[in-house]
């Protein structure tokens, strides 16, 4: 892709720094507004909305909600569930942008790099993009808008992993072995346990066995709940990292 010129660093006037924050707060932050909404939404369903939240259309005893159900079958949790998503989506685009620009500013190791960078920027940007679109279009009231919303998430959470992966890999230095170390564990987690929801699911539908669908929420929880420690990770990446809202000096003003 050619060699880039970065920007360079303009320190901000001291004096007129009107926000600062530092990095890890904000990814800490922007996990726990979906942590929060999805947890209110299972807790919620199984303690006020567990009939409604449960049944599917084999009409057979189940124990835990799906999250499209827990999420979008009833109120309050829709609207729990809807605030927490638009709350960090926002974040999660800035992010996604540091991250764009942390990769740029390593060596690249191949003249493909860039294009690895550039996939996993677009792929992270789709996953939060088709999040907002399932979350707001549940699937009691578009079904089909939701299913491919739901299979474009999780096809651009997979890719936006493994190529994450792949990137630290190339640049690793020896401060940023735990983060690694972790984004592996989490992505192989994170797949193994669709793969197997979706055998569960694919078993519940041919079946219908008591407690399969139980199983299939189950593992439906943890791959949410490995997606959203995959991007906690950014907790280790940018822990000397800021966002800073201020002034440029008089000088270097354009």
Not at 133 to 158: D, R
Not at 231 to 246: I, S
Request: glycine share 4%; proline share 4%.
């Amino acid at each position: 892709m050619g060699e880039r010129l970065l920007p360079m660093f303009v320190p901000l006037d001291k004096d007129a720094v009107l926000l600062r924050i530092r990095f890890t707060t904000l990814a800490v932050s922007t996990v726990m507004c979906p942590l929060f909404g999805f947890l209110f939404c299972i807790v919620w369903s199984m303690l006020f909305n567990f009939e409604e939240t449960t049944a599917t259309h084999c009409q057979v005893p189940n124990y835990l909600p799906s999250i499209s159900a827990a999420i979008g079958g009833e109120t309050p949790q829709r609207y729990v569930w809807r605030f927490s998503i638009g709350l960090h989506s926002a974040p999660r685009l800035l992010v996604g942008m540091a991250y764009w620009n942390h990769y740029r500013r390593a060596h690249p190791p191949g003249r493909w790099y860039g294009y690895l960078c550039f996939i996993n920027f677009i792929s992270n940007i789709l996953e939060n993009l088709a999040l907002l679109l399932l979350t707001y279009v549940s699937s009691t009231e578009n079904h089909w808008v939701h299913e491919k919303a739901f299979i474009t998430f999780m096809v651009a959470s997979v890719l936006h992993m493994i190529l994450t992966c792949i990137i630290w890999q190339l640049t690793k230095k020896s401060t940023e072995r735990t983060s690694l170390s972790w984004k592996r564990r989490l992505f192989f987690f994170n797949l193994s346990s669709f793969l197997i929801a979706v055998c569960f699911y694919i078993r519940h539908n041919a079946y219908c066995e008591t407690g399969v669908y139980t199983v299939f929420s189950l593992l439906e929880y943890l791959v949410v709940l490995s997606n959203m420690s995959f991007h906690m990770t950014a907790y280790w990446d940018f822990g000397n990292k800021e966002l800073l809202v201020g002034s440029l000096p008089e000088d270097k003003r354009f």
